[in-house]
Nanobody, 115 residues
């Protein structure tokens, strides 16, 4: 059974940094796509950043220049370095992986940006 497990969320002051990690288990194959989504209360889940083996990286406009996605393909791990955090970045962040057209999700990790 394929599972994704996130870690690294928490409370941080505006302007601070956090690094999220996501590790996959249950498959010997590399995900075609790995990425991060987020969902704030009352909002829909939205794409933050993704990385594919063919198309490289993609960032939502609202995180460009502040967040960096990286991946260890051999280990099916993906990271999200978040700098210059803003209160509006507060959300539950979900790891996503796509393998042979099927989406897999982590359980989510809370990121709260507040003074």
């Amino acid at each position: 059974q394929v599972q994704l497990v996130e870690s690294g969320g928490g409370l941080v002051q505006p302007g601070g940094s956090l690094r999220l990690s996501c590790a996959a288990s249950g498959t010997i194959f590399s995900f075609n796509v790995m990425g991060w989504y987020r969902q704030a209360p009352g909002n829909q889940r939205e794409l933050v950043a993704s990385m594919t083996t063919a198309a490289g990286t993609h960032y939502a406009d609202f995180v460009k220049g502040r967040f960096t996605i990286s991946r260890n393909g051999a280990e099916n791990t993906v990271y999200l370095q978040m700098n210059s955090l803003k209160p509006e970045d507060t959300a539950v962040y979900y790891c996503n992986g796509i393998l042979w057209g099927r989406h897999y999700w982590g359980q989510g990790t809370q990121v709260t940006v507040s003074s």
